[in-house]
Structures are given as C-alpha cells and as structure tokens.
C-alpha cells in the first residue's frame, strides 16, 4: 500500500477514501435495498449480474450470498477493486463474486452477456451519462433487468452545499429531480428495443448527525490496524467526519428510489387504466 502523508489523506475525494479505510460503501438503503432488488427481480443462482462502480463490494457479494447468482463488479478504483475481492473471498464467495478495473463507458463484455445490470447512483458520477446507460443495455440480455437506485432532490437545496458534495465526490453534480433520472433512462430508447419500468418504490433518509462521531471511530478503529495508515488515524477520521457530515446534510434535501426496468425487444403499448396499492 502506498504510504500516505496527512495532506493526502485530507485532500483525497471521497471516493478514493473510502477505497483506502475499506468502508464497506453500500447503496442507498443498504442491506434492505438488496433484498428489495432480489425478491422483484426474481434473481436466481442461474443469473450473472454486473454491478457498475462497485467500490469495496457490498452490493456485489450480498446479492450474490443472497440467491447464489454470480457477479462482476466493475471499478476504477485499484484499492477499491482489491479490497471488494478480500470482501468475497471472507464471504465464501469469492469463486462466484470477481472484480475488475474499468469503465461505465467502455464495458469490456459482449453484447447481450447479463441477466442483470445494477448501476446503483453510480451514473450520477459520470460525465457522459448517455454514453454509459447505452454500455449497461448493450450487456444486457433481453429480459434482463437493469437496476437504478439514483438519488435526487425533494426540495431545494442551498448553492454552497450542491458546490462542496461536487468538490467531495470529485464530480460536478446539479440539483436533478426523481424525474430527471426518470426522463433520462426513459428517453434511452434503441430501435432494437425497449426500456420498461416495472418496478417503483420511493425513500427519503433521516437525519444521522447524532451517530456520525461514533460511525467514524468505529470503522477507523475496526479497519486501521497496521501500518502505513496506523499513524495517521487522526487524520483519517478527521477527513471521514468532513464526508459523513457533508452528506447527512445534503441528504436532509434529498431522497431516492429503487426503479427496476426491463429489456423487451418488443414495446407494449401504454397501460390506460393504473393501479395503486388500496390502503
């Protein structure tokens, strides 16, 4: 591992933190949301599932440990990729669940190669958001499902705070509504093809500031345990504090949502007569 200075360590953006502690980054929802994604998407051990930007590997190995599926996690990230294969192997997953250095908008498979694509908020990260949603349905089998969980703005949000996530992440974000991320993968369409949503389901988060201090020191103290990082836990948890905060900030704005969509060669006409769930 390189060794770092505490000028690095407290100028590294979120990202590359998180790869270097080894926070065990899940999607937004954690656990539940993973469960939620299996049981509608009917995922099974016969499936191959690629996750874009898998980071240390939560999603990856529990949606694996969870139906026996096996998984590709793509990244670009070294130390995340590295880390996300140690997680498999402790999971006893490790001969089904790889990990690989690449990009959303350069995926190295052939046409048609999965039965599921999950892209998590990873797109929100990327600057050419159509060149990399065409890349997730090019790999995706017909029938397949293509996983989103984007978060977005419920109510306006200051400048300064849209400006300092931008700078954290190492990414310009904009203030984007659930129905961008639904225009967006909506309007994707292909001529040889269809993207159908068949699966809805909304979340807002709660305000964690009270349990921020003691999340840093217990994922520091759990994961720093050797040298060369060992000496400059204090920096560590500084820079860990700086991100946690930020963003239980900007999520006070915000919320997301689950949306499953479907690959069909053949395009249904628009349902007339919806439903929803009687109370």
Same mark, same amino acid.
């Given at each position: 591992?390189?060794?770092?200075?505490?000028?690095?360590?407290?100028?590294?953006?979120?990202?590359?933190?998180?790869?270097?502690?080894?926070?065990?980054?899940?999607?937004?929802?954690?656990?539940?949301?993973?469960?939620?994604?299996?049981? &509608?998407?009917?995922? &099974?051990?016969? @499936?191959?599932?690629?996750?874009?930007?898998? &980071?240390?590997?939560?999603?990856?190995?529990?949606?694996?440990?969870?139906?026996?599926?096996?998984?590709?996690?793509?990244?670009?990230?070294?130390?995340?990729?590295?880390?996300?294969?140690?997680?498999?192997?402790?999971?006893?997953?490790?001969?089904?669940?790889?990990?690989?250095?690449?990009?959303?908008?350069?995926?190295?498979? @052939?046409?048609?190669?999965?039965?599921?694509?999950?892209?998590?908020?990873?797109t929100s990260f990327i600057q050419?958001?159509?060149?990399?949603?065409?890349?997730?349905?090019?790999?995706?089998?017909?029938?397949?499902?293509?996983?989103?969980?984007?978060?977005?703005?419920? @109510?306006?949000?200051?400048?300064?705070?849209?400006?300092?996530?931008?700078?954290?992440?190492?990414?310009?974000?904009?203030?984007?509504?659930?129905?961008?991320?639904?225009?967006?993968?909506?309007?994707?369409?292909?001529?040889?093809?269809?993207?159908?949503?068949?699966?809805?389901?909304?979340?807002?988060?709660?305000?964690?500031?009270?349990?921020?201090?003691?999340?840093?020191?217990e994922v520091i103290e759990s994961?720093?345990?050797?040298?060369?990082?060992?000496?400059?836990?204090?920096?560590?948890?500084?820079?860990?504090?700086?991100?946690?905060?930020?963003?239980?900030?900007?999520? @006070?704005?915000?919320?997301?949502?689950?949306?499953?969509?479907?690959?069909?060669?053949?395009?249904?006409?628009?349902?007339?007569?919806?439903?929803?769930?009687?109370?």
């Amino acid at each position: 591992m390189k060794k770092y200075t505490h000028s690095e360590i407290t100028n590294l953006d979120y990202s590359r933190f998180v790869g270097l502690i080894n926070e065990r980054n899940r999607p937004s929802g954690g656990i539940r949301t993973v469960h939620t994604v299996a049981v &509608n998407s009917f995922i &099974n051990d016969k @499936k191959r599932v690629l996750e874009i930007g898998s &980071n240390t590997g939560f999603t990856s190995v529990n949606i694996s440990l969870l139906t026996g599926c096996k998984v590709v996690g793509i990244d670009i990230n070294d130390e995340s990729v590295q880390k996300a294969a140690e997680y498999a192997d402790q999971n006893g997953v490790g001969e089904r669940v790889t990990f690989l250095k690449g990009s959303a908008t350069f995926l190295p498979f @052939k046409n048609n190669e999965f039965d599921m694509v999950w892209a998590s908020n990873v797109t929100s990260f990327i600057q050419d958001k159509g060149g990399a949603i065409a890349e997730y349905l090019r790999v995706l089998k017909p029938g397949g499902t293509l996983v989103v969980v984007p978060i977005y703005y419920r @109510k306006k949000v200051p400048t300064q705070i849209i400006e300092d996530v931008s700078s954290a992440i190492g990414t310009k974000i904009k203030e984007w509504d659930k129905q961008y991320w639904k225009d967006l993968f909506g309007s994707l369409q292909n001529p040889g093809f269809s993207l159908d949503l068949y699966f809805e389901r909304d979340f807002s988060y709660e305000d964690r500031q009270a349990s921020i201090e003691a999340y840093v020191s217990e994922v520091i103290e759990s994961n720093i345990k050797s040298e060369p990082l060992n000496e400059h836990k204090s920096a560590l948890k500084e820079r860990f504090s700086f991100f946690m905060k930020l963003f239980n900030e900007n999520l @006070k704005y915000a919320g997301f949502s689950i949306f499953l969509y479907q690959k069909k060669l053949l395009k249904d006409e628009v349902e007339l007569f919806l439903t929803h769930e009687a109370n």
